[in-house]
T-cell receptor, first 111, second 114 residues
Framework: TQLLEQSPQFLSIQEGENLTVYCNSS?????LQWYRQEPGEGPVLLVT?????EVKKLKRLTFQFGDARKDSSLHITAAQPGDTGLYLC???????????FGGGTRVLVKP | KAGVTQTPRYLIKTRGQQVTLSCSPI?????VSWYQQTPGQGLQFLFE???????NKGNFPGRFSGRQFSNSRSEMNVSTLELGDSALYLC?????????????FGPGTRLTVL
């Protein structure tokens, strides 16, 4: 059974600071996805990465995928209160149309 | 396009009762998946339906069941509720097809078992 571990579990920072959250898998990702979930809502897909070593940028968010395809990081530059939420990494397996999620990192950006 | 809708949004039940949750996928999406989210276990996959057939099932007891209708709408049922079934139940739909990798989540149904 694949296990996804995210760290830290909780992060509280001031507006304008940078932050990085991590995701490690016990086995190689099929397709790594990062989601953000806000209170009262379902998760929303931020990015999908497939190739080891891949780096993707989404405005102030930078996603890195490890060369061995077993780890990933999400870096947010100059965080804003709107970045507050639960950040989840997941492995998407197309064969079963199934997502396996990590435990999540809860991010709080204070104004 | 309207997003995934789930009803009801909130539900309170007592132990031993049963509950049915409903999910309407995005128009044109034929796959519906269900997930359970709890503070202790996080988000866990329950099952996935496509064309009215369950294609994939997570590691949950038989008290958890579901079905999908011809219009792709889906329901999940939990019988003989236990306190530990208190959770946010999320439904996700996807178009399914070559290259489709995204699942679109609804806002969830928060179930409280007393």
């Amino acid at each position: 059974t694949q296990l996804l571990e995210q760290s830290p579990q909780f992060l509280s920072i001031q507006e304008g600071e940078n932050l990085t959250v991590y995701c490690n898998s016990s086995s190689v990702f099929s397709s790594l996805q990062w989601y953000r979930q806000e209170p009262g809502e379902g998760p929303v897909l931020l990015v999908t990465v497939v190739t080891g070593g891949e780096v993707k940028k989404l405005k102030r968010l930078t996603f890195q995928f490890g060369d061995a395809r077993k780890d990933s990081s999400l870096h947010i530059t100059a965080a804003q209160p709107g970045d507050t939420g639960l950040y989840l990494c997941a492995d998407f397996k197309a064969a079963g149309n199934k997502l396996t999620f990590g435990g999540g990192t809860r991010v709080l950006v204070k104004p | 396009k309207a997003g995934v809708t789930q009803t009801p949004r909130y539900l309170i039940k007592t132990r031993g009762q049963q509950v049915t949750l409903s999910c309407s996928p995005i128009s044109g999406h034929r796959s519906v998946s269900w997930y359970q989210q709890t503070p202790g276990q996080g988000l866990q996959f329950l099952f996935e339906y496509f064309s009215e057939t369950q294609r994939n099932k997570g590691n949950f007891p038989g008290r958890f069941s579901g079905r999908q209708f011809s219009n792709s709408r889906s329901e999940m049922n939990v019988s003989t509720l236990e306190l530990g079934d208190s959770a946010l139940y999320l439904c996700a739909s996807s178009p399914v097809g070559q290259g489709a990798t995204e699942q679109f989540f609804g806002p969830g149904t928060r179930l409280t078992v007393l």
